[in-house]
């Protein structure tokens, strides 16, 4: 692996497909998995084949059509979960099973009733499962995020020794704080003896707005696989966003990190997304919202006006977006006003623009936006009244 490599690992068929009204259909997860394979993710995670028919179908149908990447199905640490995701990944390339079980003393004690000691025996377990039918067996540690670090690393180095090729670390809750997440990594990294024969994986999620900058702490730390979805779908809040790690990477060279995500595919593949699960965009989301791009502060259009980069630190050509927008609203000045009636065909000089600006105010404040029509009407009226004076 290359020391600045980070794989991407995309969970939307199957952690963003849990958000309700979300769910896709065999045909819907073929196409966005040939999708997710065009933009250059290294590992599609295509499902939970024990969970459904379907879900089984679809992991099958996709382990067939996908050429490159890894195609992975989920499973519990439960030996028929991983003998139903090993069946589903039997014509892929290159298969991987996901398998592992909780290990903070909540899920420890609350949701299984056991002890530290049994859930290590059953990791080591359901990694040695796995192994009988891949190569390629990637570990959760569940609610990673809030599991004592000395436990954690005792199982993470268990569970290499048994074979795990991945080690997957999430904050399931999203409850950690970017240092934390950063530092647990490290703490990995520092004190699992085998470390250097696996993967660490970060997968986070974003109940309190942190899934992405816990990702790109990890990395620092010494992860080289992110977790993530398109337009960050997953449960609850959602998952670590795809689009924003990979820029992020890009934008920020000096953390010797890349990805092989095609860039310019992002704002077209965030709509067929948004499309075929039905989820809109938020317009401020970053990267792919439709106000990504969008200016509509007097200050800010002026700066931008003169040079992109005062206010874009993104080429909006580079993720596929449209071009940047000079939107016009009460909070516009005289430079945006002037752009925008030039590239209506207007040729108005200074003194024009300044007789314009208080009628273009006017019709400002009685609505949201002054849109081009507007411009129109008030740009022939001026010349009219110019021609008649």
């Excluded at 963003?16 to 394979?37: F, H, M, S, Y």
């Excluded at 969970?51 to 499973?75: R, W, Y």
């Excluded at 690393?153 to 999430?170: D, F, H, L, M, S």
């Amino acid at each position: 692996m290359a020391e600045g490599k980070v794989h991407i690992f995309d969970t939307t068929l199957r952690d963003g497909e849990q958000v309700p009204g979300c769910k896709l259909n065999t045909n819907e997860k073929l196409e966005l998995a040939l999708q997710l394979e065009e933009l250059g993710v290294d590992i599609i995670e295509a499902g939970f084949p024990i969970s459904s028919p379907g879900d089984f179908e679809s992991v099958s149908q996709i382990s067939k059509a996908i050429k490159n990447a890894t195609v992975c199905g989920l499973s519990r640490a439960v030996q028929k979960d991983i003998e139903v995701a090993a069946q589903a990944l039997k014509y892929a390339v290159r298969p991987r099973i996901h398998t592992g079980i909780g290990t903070s003393d909540f899920h420890i004690k609350s949701k299984f009733n056991s002890t530290r000691e049994d859930i290590l025996q059953r990791a080591i377990q359901c990694v040695k499962w796995a192994r009988n039918f891949t190569d390629d067996v990637e570990f959760y540690a569940e609610d990673a995020g809030r599991t004592d670090n000395d436990y954690l690393a005792q199982v993470i180095e268990a569970v290499i020794k048994a074979g795990a090729t991945v080690v997957n670390i999430p904050d399931t809750t999203g409850y950690c704080l970017p240092y934390q997440y950063g530092e647990k990594i490290a703490y990995l990294v520092n004190n699992v003896s085998n470390i250097d024969k696996a993967i660490i994986s970060c997968h986070c999620h974003n109940d309190l707005g942190l899934a992405t900058a816990n990702s790109i702490a990890g990395v620092i730390s010494g992860a080289r696989q992110i977790e993530c979805t398109i337009n960050g779908l997953g449960e609850r809040a959602g998952n670590t966003s795809l689009e924003e790690v990979v820029m992020i990477i890009k934008q920020h060279k000096h953390l010797g990190l890349h990805t092989n995500i095609n860039a310019k595919q992002l704002n077209p593949l965030s709509r067929i997304v948004s499309d075929t699960m039905r989820m809109p965009v938020q317009p401020n989301k970053a990267i792919v919202g439709s106000n990504a791009f969008s200016h509509s502060s007097g200050i800010h259009q002026d700066g931008f006006l003169k040079d992109a980069l005062t206010y874009e630190i993104i080429n909006p050509e580079e993720v596929g977006a449209d071009s940047s927008k000079i939107v016009l609203t009460a909070r516009s000045g005289r430079s945006a006003l002037a752009y925008r009636f030039q590239k209506l065909g207007f040729q108005f000089d200074r003194n024009d623009v300044d007789v314009l600006y208080n009628e273009f105010l006017r019709v400002a404040d009685s609505k949201k936006e002054v849109e081009d029509g507007d411009l129109q009407t008030m740009g022939k009226q001026h010349q009219t009244n110019a021609v008649v004076a």
